[in-house]
């Protein structure tokens, strides 16, 4: 596959959702890199900023299918993964999917329901399959998750446990926008103007051949080495109490190989790296003296991993 030729058809993609987004071009690209990897995305923002609109918008150039759920406390496993209906005139049960069985899931402030529905995720976003009476149903082809919860509201709420957020690939925060894109929002969207020009929709064969396009960047050995070293201090920092797994290791390699070939390259840089790490790190660690949850607990966790690569030499 040439990467400059994808790195074209990808820009494309870029400035659609950029031009819906406005201001927001890294979230953007850290979404696609989501999507790239085989990964899955969790948004931790206030209502309001476009979350619900970035994810129909994807879905909407994919021309994929898109399901939204929003929690609450007393959903069940079996509103989101299907249940087994009885059918009087065959006699015999018959499995109605539920909105999981889509491309693009929005799982609105999925941290309002239980760790009973929130578990029910697990193998989704592992494995891209789900287990119903001991029967596994395979998702659609590519699948990708994008959980919100708000920051600022805790009371109803239960916190994501780690092997939840272990499942995501990619922690980000779309953030308020700055004056004069704001005022560019009211004047877009304000019934006047005409709609946001769509550019020619990408086929799910084409994504898929674009994940399939991600392990083949290369990695140079030293970049692996510095991978490694990065993992091990969080180990071993007395202020992190639990430091990142393996998994996450492969996470961050993985992340950092579909970040080049958005960027139209065929190979990792250390700059990949030290850009990716908080996004795919920071929600993976405990701190020893963690305070709160959320954003505040994000922040030390982010604090930290900025200490750890400003001390560990960058490979030339």
Not at 255 to 262: F, G, P, S, T, Y
Not at 277 to 296: C, D, E, K, L, Y
Request: aromatic share 6%; proline share 5%.
């Amino acid at each position: 596959m040439d990467v400059k030729d994808l790195n074209r058809r990808f820009g494309s993609v870029l400035d659609y959702l950029d031009s819906v987004i406005l201001g927001k071009r890294e979230v953007v690209k850290k979404l696609v890199i989501a999507l790239l990897s085989r990964g899955h995305l969790l948004i931790e923002d206030v209502p309001g900023v476009g979350k619900t609109t970035l994810a129909r918008s994807l879905a909407n150039i994919l021309e994929c299918k898109f399901h939204r759920v929003s929690f609450t406390s007393d959903m069940m496993p079996s509103d989101i993964l299907g249940t087994l209906i009885f059918n009087r005139g065959s006699n015999e049960f018959s499995f109605q999917e539920g909105p999981i069985f889509t491309n693009i899931l929005l799982a609105d402030e999925l941290n309002r329901t239980t760790p009973k529905t929130q578990s029910a995720f697990l193998e989704a976003m592992e494995a891209g399959q789900v287990t119903i009476e001991k029967k596994t149903y395979d998702l659609p082809d590519p699948f990708l998750v994008m959980a919100t919860q708000n920051p600022l509201e805790f009371s109803g709420t239960f916190p994501l446990p780690v092997s939840q957020l272990d499942r995501f690939l990619i922690r980000i925060s779309i953030g308020y926008p700055t004056a004069d894109v704001e005022e560019k929002i009211l004047v877009q969207y304000r019934g006047l103007e005409k709609d946001v020009i769509k550019p020619e929709t990408i086929g799910l064969d084409e994504v898929r051949a674009w994940q399939q396009a991600v392990p083949n960047i290369t990695v140079d050995g030293s970049l692996v080495r510095y991978v490694t070293q990065l993992a091990k201090k969080t180990r071993e920092n007395r202020e992190i109490h639990l430091g990142v797994s393996p998994r996450a290791s492969l996470a961050l390699q993985r992340a950092v190989q579909a970040k080049a070939l958005v960027e139209g390259r065929d190979f990792v840089t250390p700059d990949d790296i030290q850009e990716m790490i908080i996004p795919v790190w920071a929600h993976r660690i405990i701190m020893a003296t963690q305070s709160g949850v959320g954003t505040h607990a994000y922040l030390q966790a982010e604090q930290a991993l900025q200490e750890i690569v400003s001390e560990t030499p960058v490979p030339v």
